[in-house]
């Protein structure tokens, strides 16, 4: 594999694992680019078959679901039987592996956009800032909804794409997601807020940087001192970068673990 990859990008990973290797407060946001490799396609991908000719960005919206709860209800449910029988790639094993290893000398605070639960799956802890694809509350008085799908994936599971009422207000059962146009969860954005602020360097993977507020993690990074990584194989609107690795993440990262592990 090593012998495909330019000479550039190979300077740009030692580059990168050097910078890695000397410090200690790591921030890493992931978006749905980190996951293209286990199949789940990304937000900006066309959409294929019975939704091909809908944007994602129509139906993930709370207008969407209040105008027509059945078809985002069961695009949803589209979603989840696409997404449940996918598995971790080596870019998110990589970071497991990274996180779980750091020591007294590291802190790796890992977070996602991603609703998947692929980070999970390969032993890593992270934080959501978009919500979990695998659970359900209610639109109307918010309560949690627990039913098959319980905050993992399971590759059994038929999803079914008739509406659920909630039983304690009759409100129509949504996706514990956030959609456009939504607040994110209170915490999770304390949380990585903390984490940008104080790290010292911030790696954005698989992310077009076009969706706020979490796009805007890595300028507050940035504003506080920290270096900038970004993997990602096309160009984003991110100007603050300090080192591209434009490649596949499931590459890069493997590659940069390697590296790291020589340094140390
Ligand atoms: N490795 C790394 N990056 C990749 C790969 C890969 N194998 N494949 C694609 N990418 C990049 C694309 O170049 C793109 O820049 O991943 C990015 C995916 O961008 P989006 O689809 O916009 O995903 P994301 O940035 O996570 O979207 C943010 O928008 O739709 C909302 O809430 C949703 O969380 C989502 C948010």
């Not at 809908?54 to 993930?60: I, K, Q």
């Amino acid at each position: 594999m090593l012998a495909e990859l330019s000479p550039a990008l190979i300077a740009h990973v030692q580059k990168a694992a050097k910078l890695l290797a000397a410090q200690q407060r790591i921030c890493v946001l992931t978006g749905a680019g980190i996951s293209a490799e286990s199949g789940i396609p990304t937000f900006r991908d066309k959409q294929t078959g019975l939704w091909e000719n809908y944007r994602a960005e129509d139906l993930a919206t709370p207008n969407a679901f209040a105008r027509d709860p059945e078809l985002v209800w069961s695009w949803y449910q589209w979603r989840r039987q696409l997404v449940a029988d996918k598995t971790p790639n080596p870019a998110h094993v990589a970071l497991a592996q990274w996180q779980q290893s750091a020591s007294n000398h590291q802190q790796l605070t890992l977070i996602t956009q991603n609703v998947d639960d692929l980070h999970e799956q390969a032993g890593s802890t992270v934080t959501h800032l978009h919500g979990n694809l695998w659970r359900n509350r209610c639109s109307q008085c918010q309560a949690p909804y627990e039913d098959q799908a319980q905050g993992m994936s399971d590759s059994n599971i038929r999803f079914d794409e008739s509406l659920l009422t909630c039983p304690h207000c009759d409100g129509y059962i949504r996706p514990d997601i956030v959609w456009f146009g939504e607040s994110l969860p209170a915490q999770a954005w304390q949380t990585a807020e903390d984490a940008a602020a104080h790290c010292d360097v911030f790696i954005s993977i698989g992310t077009s940087s076009l969706v706020y507020p979490a796009a805007g993690l890595a300028q507050l990074a940035k504003q506080n001192g920290a270096k900038i990584i970004e993997i990602n194989p096309d160009p984003t609107p991110n100007t603050i970068v300090d080192i591209t690795l434009a490649e596949k993440a499931g590459v890069v990262m493997p590659l940069l673990m390697k590296h790291m592990a020589e340094l140390s």
